[in-house]
C-alpha cells in the first residue's frame, strides 16, 4: 500500500495531480482544497494517500494533510458516500469545519458540497455523530461548544450562528469557541441574530 508521496508537481487535471516520484509520475485525485495548496509544477511536495484497489481498478487519492485524509476515510464509511462525494465534502470544508459541521449536526453546511443532496447530508451528520477519526482532532472551540450543548443535538440557531461567523472570516474553532461562550452564559434558546450579535462581541474581546 502507498501511504505517502514525496516528488515533483508534474502537472494538473482538473481533479487530479502528477506527482513525480523518482521518474515514476503517479496520478492522484485530490480535493480542489487539496489542489489550490500545492505548488506549481516542477516544485517538490508531500502528499498523503489512500489507495484503492479493486478487481478492475487502482487509483490514488492525495490530501495536503493527515486531517484531510483520515476524514476522506471515515466520510466513505456512510452508506452512499463514495471517493468522489467524499472529495466533494473536503472542496468545500475544512477538517475542521467538517468537525464542527458533524458537531452540530449542521446538514445544510455538509449540504453544500456537490453531490450531497438533503437527505444524504442527514445520514452524514448522523452516522458520523461523535465518530472523530484518528489525525482528526477536533478544534478546542468545537470541543468547548460540544460541552456547553451537553447530549443535546445544536438547534438551528447555533449552528446557524456558527455558520453566521465563519462566513464573516472566522475560523470555525474561532466561532464555535464564541458561541460556546454565549450559550454558556444565555443557554441555548437564545435568538440567532443575538447569538450572532454575542459572538460576535466576543470575538471582539
Not at 10 to 17: A, L, N, P
Not at 61 to 89: I, N
Request: hydrophobic letters at 50%; glycine letters at 12%; proline letters at 2%.
Amino acid at each position: 500500500m502507498i501511504a505517502k508521496l514525496k516528488g515533483m508537481v508534474d502537472g494538473f487535471g482538473d481533479d487530479f495531480v502528477h506527482l513525480d516520484v523518482n521518474g515514476v509520475v503517479y496520478e492522484a485525485f485530490c480535493s480542489s482544497k487539496t489542489l489550490a495548496a500545492l505548488p506549481q509544477v516542477g516544485h517538490a511536495t508531500v502528499l498523503h494517500i489512500d489507495m484503492l484497489v479493486r478487481e478492475d481498478l487502482i487509483r490514488l487519492y492525495g490530501f495536503a494533510s493527515e486531517a484531510e485524509k483520515a476524514w476522506f476515510m471515515t466520510l466513505t464509511t456512510v452508506q452512499g458516500v463514495g471517493a468522489r462525494v467524499a472529495l466533494g465534502v473536503l472542496s468545500v470544508l475544512t477538517p475542521s469545519e467538517l468537525a464542527s459541521a458533524i458537531a452540530l449536526q449542521d446538514r445544510a453546511m455538509i449540504g453544500r458540497a456537490n453531490g450531497v443532496g438533503p437527505k444524504l447530508a442527514v445520514r452524514i451528520v448522523t452516522e458520523l455523530k461523535g465518530k472523530v477519526p484518528a489525525g482528526g482532532a477536533i478544534d478546542a472551540g468545537v470541543l468547548g461548544l460540544q460541552a456547553a450543548l451537553g447530549d443535546k443535538v445544536a438547534a438551528g440557531n447555533v449552528a446557524d450562528a456558527v455558520s453566521a461567523l465563519t462566513n464573516l472570516g472566522y475560523s470555525s474553532a474561532q466561532a464555535s469557541a464564541a458561541v460556546a461562550r454565549v450559550i454558556g452564559r444565555e443557554g441555548d434558546d437564545i435568538a440567532t441574530d443575538k447569538l450572532i450579535r454575542l459572538g460576535l462581541r466576543e470575538l471582539a474581546t
